[in-house]
């Protein structure tokens, strides 16, 4: 996945869409939309509410038809049955039924997955273990609580062993220590070659699990790559002369956008990571006498704060 532009796919990329469009009525939910997860890849899909993350999921879980673009899984079309045999999800909002047991849960879901329950129940078992619930599959679901209830739901993304997985918001009920073991279970799909899609508003646990994210607003894509590459999509810069004169601010304001000045000091706004060596050169041969340059590391949350301003002003 590249920063800028439409990312490249391998021919046995785990999603590749192209060009997605969705219109409900007069309303554009997504527009020419290019996505693409490789396997192995952990990729956080970022937006703000109304972004089209939603809209994306339900089209490459087959939920909903596209008005126009492409979207296959492991080079199926989405359309097609097949495509969706290697696919685990787990949306946000789901409900099971209360009366069953974890366990008896996930033999039916194993059952719809063309497992045999019986001949995989050491895999059940493990699968509970996995997710944090060794022991309390022979308990009703009615008496889980909310983060444990999350937890059978990952586990039951999981029980056809796919080779892709969908998880929207996939620790919002949970507490840190959850959080810590939901994040580990992803790197290990991962580590064994799992494709993961993560749609997640705890920008911190994007941070902290994912190796590239796609932000997305009003149906397109603002932004992808690698996390350093988005953090660094709008960096500040910090530049420390010994005299601030209107010379200087000229000749920093065409490197970008100048956030704040004072007599010894300019915090610069740029969309260019590569900024600061050509402008301590240009600063230099000008004649300013330059204290410091320190390029200011930015959280994933302020680049996409950034990002949506940007796009809504």
């Known amino acids: 996945m590249r920063s800028g532009g439409s990312p490249m796919a391998s021919a046995d990329a785990a999603i590749t ?7 409900y009525g007069r309303h554009v939910a997504l527009a020419s939309l290019d996505l693409v997860v490789e396997p192995g890849q952990v990729v956080g899909l970022l937006g703000p509410n109304g972004a089209g993350k939603t809209t994306t999921v339900k089209i490459l879980t087959g939920l ?19 495509a969706r045999s290697r696919l685990g999800y787990l949306p946000e909002h789901f409900r099971f039924p209360e009366w069953l047991t974890g366990l ?9 997955a063309g497992r045999d329950p019986r001949r995989d129940a050491d895999w059940l078992h493990e699968l509970l273990a996995l997710v944090g619930l060794d022991g309390r599959g022979d308990e009703r679901i009615r008496g889980y609580s909310k983060g444990m209830t999350q937890r059978l739901g990952l586990a039951q993304a999981l029980v ?46 994007v941070e902290l699990v994912c190796d590239h994210v796609v932000v997305i607003d009003r149906g397109t894509v603002l932004r992808s790559g690698t996390l ?31 956030i704040a000045t004072d007599d010894h000091e ?17 600063l230099v041969q000008s004649g300013a006498r330059v204290r410091a340059l320190v390029p200011l590391r930015r959280s994933l949350e302020d680049a996409f704060v950034g990002l949506v301003r940007k796009e809504e002003s």
């Open 17 to 23: 869409a192209r060009g997605l469009h969705k219109r």
């Open 64 to 82: 909903v038809r596209p008005t126009g673009g492409t979207a296959e899984l492991f080079g199926v079309p989405v359309a097609d049955p097949p």
């Open 104 to 112: 008896e849960l996930l033999r039916f879901h194993a059952r719809l």
């Open 160 to 205: 056809g062993a796919p080779d892709l997985v969908l998880l929207d918001e996939p620790t919002s009920a949970m507490d840190p220590l959850g959080r810590r073991e939901i994040r580990e279970l992803i790197r290990t799909l991962a580590r064994d070659g799992v494709a993961v899609l993560l749609n997640s508003h705890l920008l911190s646990e």
């Open 228 to 258: 350093d590459e988005v953090r660094s999509a709008s960096l500040e810069v910090r530049i420390e002369l010994e005299r601030v004169d209107q010379r200087a601010r000229d000749l920093v304001a065409g490197y970008g956008r100048i």
């Open 266 to 282: 300019i915090l610069l706004g740029t969309d260019d990571p590569d900024v600061v060596p050509r402008l301590a050169a240009d």
